[in-house]
């Protein structure tokens, strides 16, 4: 989450969302085998020092400890870099990994961070095989540079995930600018069958609307990451103003929540009703009559499942594909296909 936007925190409603998909990448974590860190800028790693909105290392020692860590040098050797890197070694030593190949997965050379001619800043980008399915990792790039375009399609990758830029930096004089990411964005979508584009580009409502302008000029599939998972995207980032109008937050609260002494669950109840209320998410078509909205407000259930599933429309809902094809299930099945006994 970026730190200030719009000249505001972020918001308890997007602090809670947050803190359940931090607790998501702990948990996959766990089961890990390897671990690529493309850079060590905040928003990318796990850190030793971390603001309340972001992930700490001591969650995930545990979990980086039993697997393969792939990790970009650090730029220059800049202290602050440096020491994020050192964060994440735990017991083992962390060569540098920019142009390693090793089965399944090949990494890149440095490539810029967004423009070169700007920064000194680089990432590492990822290609992951698997059978004969190629998905290519670009973080960071923000579609600038060129030469990192035609690495990508040198990869041949079926699938790119790629930061895209971030129109709510680029000032009314950036046309130039504004013109090399579209054309190199174009150029992905020619060459791509699927494109995801995110990050950066999803923090401000111009960047939904150029996706889907985007999306206009090709027969392949251009997507958010919330799109390309089925279920309704979720634009927090860009919607921090409204959220503040909608749902007002006293000027303590961002110092009670640093010093552990509010409790997010408020918000993010009422965030959720809110977002519906106003039309910006749409829930599945059956959530109002569906037992699991049911056994939530019953308390019977964690609201994970609604909150993940039946508020955002995923389509990847077992309930769901059976209801449209007119199968039985029973009422304690729970969006992923389990059973619980325990709900009756």
Request: hydrophobic share 35%.
């Amino acid at each position: 989450m970026g730190w200030r936007r719009h000249g505001f925190l972020p918001h308890p409603f997007q602090v809670a969302v947050g803190a359940g998909v931090r607790q998501r990448i702990i948990e996959e974590l766990r089961g890990a085998t390897d671990v690529v860190i493309s850079h060590f800028h905040g928003d990318h790693c796990p850190l030793y020092n971390p603001n309340p909105y972001q992930l700490g290392i001591e969650p995930v020692k545990g979990a980086l400890s039993n697997c393969r860590i792939w990790v970009k040098g650090a730029d220059d050797g800049r202290f602050i870099q440096q020491r994020r890197r050192e964060a994440m070694a735990t017991e083992k030593e962390l060569p540098a990994a920019e142009g390693a190949r090793e089965g399944f997965l090949e990494l890149s050379l440095p490539v810029p961070h967004g423009r070169q001619e700007q920064n000194d800043n680089t990432v590492m980008m990822s290609r992951v095989e698997e059978e004969g399915e190629v998905f290519v990792h670009a973080s960071d790039i923000q579609l600038f540079d060129e030469r990192t375009i035609v690495q990508i399609l040198d990869w041949s990758p079926d699938i790119v995930l790629v930061s895209g830029p971030p129109l709510y930096l680029f000032s009314s004089s950036s046309e130039t600018q504004r013109e090399e990411v579209w054309q190199n964005a174009m150029e992905l979508t020619k060459n791509v069958e699927t494109l995801i584009v995110d990050h950066h580009l999803l923090r401000s409502e111009e960047g939904v609307e150029w996706l889907s302008e985007l999306n206009r000029f090709t027969k392949n599939r251009v997507l958010s990451a919330a799109a390309f998972m089925r279920r309704e995207p979720l634009f927090l980032e860009a919607w921090r103003k409204e959220l503040y109008e909608w749902l007002p937050v006293s000027s303590d609260w961002h110092q009670d929540y640093l010093e552990e002494k509010v409790d997010i669950d408020q918000y993010r109840r009422e965030g959720w009703q809110t977002l519906v209320k106003k039309g910006r998410i749409t829930p599945c078509k059956w959530y109002y009559c569906c037992p699991i909205r049911m056994y939530t407000e019953q308390g019977k259930l964690e609201r994970y499942w609604t909150e993940n599933y039946c508020l955002v429309g995923n389509k990847d809902c077992t309930r769901y594909q059976m209801e449209e094809k007119g199968e039985y299930h029973p009422n304690n099945m729970l969006p992923n296909g389990e059973i619980r006994e325990d709900l009756r």
